[in-house]
């Protein structure tokens, strides 16, 4: 039932959508040559591989080997910077929950290089249901990111070292204690995170951020 719910509310957010997604189609045209959507290759339930859509943020030839993004990061112009504050460049992720390949919440999916080189059983874990478009660990990651560096090499350093295993172990809350209630809070939190207004839910992140280092540190 919640495949259904999520493709159905999927395509029903992409019509809504649909005039914002057109702004910004020509915004990206308009600041940067080249396609309006970029296509990542992301670790999907079970570790499958599947591209994953998302309006184009950052100048074509500037991304060399870099997979994560640092905070005022060079390689961003100027209305992607708009979008990527606002998360409208994720909203093309709807496709992907139509398709059956992400669902609305659910752990985010990572690079699956990242997956492959740097995941251990713990992380593994949070590849046994759908990746989504939001989740506790990305909520967590929505106010860390800001503070990486604008280096995407030392960005990637300090994403792989510290915040990957703290947001996945923030997922793993969900994954583990996941129901429709959970999943409406999740996406009104999300909408809250965006335009600046979640501190109503601080002790739910305080809840999750204590389950969260239990898991990290091995109790079940």
Known sequence: MKHVVDRTLAVLGLVVASPFLAAAAIGIKISSAGPVLYRAQRAGMDGSPFT??????????????????????????????????????????????????????????????????????????????????????????FADEAALPADSAEAEAVYLSTLLPRKIAMDLVYVRSRTARYDVQIVLRTLLSIVGFDSMFRRTLANEEKEAQRILEGVR
């Not at 994560?68 to 708009?82: C, E, K, N, Q």
């Not at 985010?108 to 939001?134: F, K, N, Q």
């Open 52 to 141: 994953m859509f998302k309006l184009r943020t950052m100048r074509l030839g500037t991304g060399g080997s870099a997979r994560i993004t640092g905070a005022d990061d060079p390689r961003v112009f100027m209305v992607g910077s708009l979008l990527r504050r606002c998360k409208l460049d994720e909203v093309p992720q709807l496709v992907n929950v139509a398709r059956g390949e992400m669902a609305l919440v659910g752990p985010r999916p990572e690079d699956v290089s990242i997956v492959r080189d740097h995941y251990d059983a713990m992380m593994w874990e949070s590849l046994t249901v759908l990746p989504g478009l939001t989740s506790p660990g990305s909520l967590r990651y």
